[in-house]
């Protein structure tokens, strides 16, 4: 006997698995090597479960108390069960989807960056660097290897929640950051003054949140990429005047 249909569909296994297969499809016709494809979708299920899990919390924080004490605690006890079983799941995920990229060895913790790393900082920075400035003709070129030297000084982990890092740092330093992008960025009037050229960047974002938290290893990476040490002693001199 059937089950009554209530009209709602949901997705099963198998579609599940084709919708999967079909996207790793088309991401290795436009060039994505299959690690970096089966990273990009195994984060995208990951976040999926920990916003579940996010969701499931917040549902056991508003039990409905007008049913009674008893009710409410066999509430809080489902709903908390629920929740711990769904970050078990989402952490799993996580380190699944950055086992499958690929690796050049397993035991190192800062393992090379990859090109879909660089690209998913380039999705961050963009309009994180928008709230505060305009684009700019005068991005420097070197933007991606910038990008390449902050995600250096993270392992795969990190650089998978990189993007949420930023969010947080950009929204906890706004008033900071608005002052050095307005004194410093583009329309300033020291705009073309090349000791600031990388404010002109994007990417600038990325150095001053590791200037922010990771200076040392920051100045590492970017010595070993042989960057303009320039660029990085005006961003800290604008980071500290913007005090």
Known sequence: MEA???????????????????????LGRAGVFAGDA?????LIEAGALALAHEEIGRIARNAPGEKGELYESGWLDGTQALAGELGELAERALRDAVAAGPSDSAQDARTPVRRTQVERAKV?????YLSFTTVSDLDPEVSEQVLKAVL???????RAGYAGRLAQFA?????????????????????????YSLLHSPASIAVLERLATEPAALREEWDAAELPPAWLEGLTTAWGSAL
């Open 4 to 26: 009554a249909d209530d009209g709602r569909q949901q997705l099963d296994t198998a579609s599940v698995v084709n919708a999967k297969r079909t996207l790793l499809e088309l």
């Open 38 to 42: 089966e990273e990009l979708i195994g």
């Open 171 to 195: 929204a906890a330093e706004r008033g900071r950051l608005e002052r050095l992008y307005a004194e410093f960025g583009p329309g300033s009037a020291i705009a073309v003054h090349g000791r």
């Open 152 to 158: 250096g000084t993270m392992d795969s982990r990190r």
């Open 124 to 128: 961050a920075v963009l309009p994180l």
